[in-house]
């Protein structure tokens, strides 16, 4: 993604009228900009309609044409519309704040992924209820917070996971292999902005061993769900999916190994796509335009 100065992101979501496209590119055309990705979805089983645009904020003499002036003109286009709406730099990292328990793969990816660039991702905190991970994770200069979990001192740990969250300013939470239940009230606060991986296609294989649920029944593919966390168990609005097909040679630490790789794609898609501002909730479902 073009991460210039002058190269924004708008997405909007609205009830599907007639003349949006036509309302909200005329406004840019007005500002001399430049459309280089225009991505849309009319959901015409719920009369929804979602809109992403990537643009160049075009150069002119008018002083006027800043990033500004073009949010002024636009405010009134989109609630006409009564439409959710979001204007930000194109490129901009989003704060991330990543939770993991003992099994470190989907961590590991993250960590060298927002190293190398490749996801548009500052992670600025690690929370977990072990400390395996910690060496690791200050390698990389980032913070590391050891947060034991038990039935009697959790909501001394969500109040704290809670705290690190408006210490560090956290765009979004990212639940990778973290294997601790987050309560109804916190899922409720995080809604939207915090993403699970689950082992395996949803609702499949639910709960401990899942691969070994997987092999009892035969399987021939294995697979991992990305989704936005709710209050019902693995149960929120999916994301991303990655599979892998296996066969009857495939013993249970096969279909791990396998598995791995497909939740590590799998939750890094969606952090990607999140972070890009490509995913709409969508009622129980996404939209993700990419």
């Known amino acids: 993604m073009d991460s210039r100065a002058d190269s924004y992101v708008l997405t909007l979501s609205c009830t599907d009228k007639v003349g949006i496209v036509h309302a909200v590119t005329g406004v840019l055309a007005q500002h001399h900009s430049n459309i280089t990705e225009l991505k849309q979805f009319n959901d015409v089983r719920a009369g929804q309609y979602f809109l992403r645009i990537e643009f160049?904020?075009?150069?002119?003499?008018?002083?006027s044409n800043n990033i500004d002036s073009l949010e002024a003109a636009l405010k009134p286009v989109v609630e006409n519309f009564d439409a959710t709406w979001g204007l930000r730099p194109a490129g901009a990292k989003k704060r991330v704040l990543v939770m993991v328990s003992k099994f470190g793969h989907c961590l590991n990816d993250l960590l060298f992924r927002?190293?190398?660039?490749?996801?548009?991702?500052?992670?600025?905190?690690?929370?977990?209820?072990?400390?395996?991970?910690?060496?690791?994770?200050?390698?990389?200069?980032?913070?590391?917070?050891?947060?034991?979990?038990?039935?009697?001192?959790?909501?001394?740990?969500?109040?704290?996971?809670?705290?690190?969250?408006?210490?560090?300013?956290?765009?979004?939470?990212?639940?990778?292999?973290?294997?601790?239940?987050?309560?109804?009230?916190?899922?409720?606060?995080?809604?939207?902005?915090?993403?699970?991986?689950?082992?395996?296609?949803?609702?499949s294989f639910k709960g401990a061993k899942p691969y070994h649920q997987a092999f009892e029944r035969g399987v021939k593919t294995v697979g991992a769900t990305a989704h936005y966390v709710n209050s019902e168990l693995d149960e929120g609005p999916i994301i991303a999916q990655q599979v892998k097909d296996v066969d009857h040679s495939y013993g249970p630490e096969d279909l791990v190994a396998a598995g791995r790789d497909t939740e590590c794609k799998a939750l890094s898609d969606a952090v990607r796509w999140h972070c890009e501002d490509r995913v709409f909730l969508n009622g129980s479902r996404t939209v993700v335009l990419r």
């Open 56 to 63: 160049n904020l075009g150069s002119a003499s008018d002083a």
């Open 114 to 203: 927002a190293r190398m660039g490749e996801l548009p991702v500052e992670i600025a905190a690690v929370v977990s209820n072990h400390p395996d991970h910690r060496q690791q994770v200050e390698w990389h200069g980032i913070p590391f917070f050891h947060v034991p979990v038990t039935a009697q001192t959790k909501p001394e740990a969500e109040a704290r996971l809670v705290d690190l969250i408006d210490r560090f300013e956290i765009d979004l939470v990212v639940l990778a292999r973290y294997m601790q239940v987050l309560s109804d009230e916190l899922t409720r606060q995080l809604t939207g902005r915090a993403i699970n991986i689950h082992h395996s296609f949803l609702p």
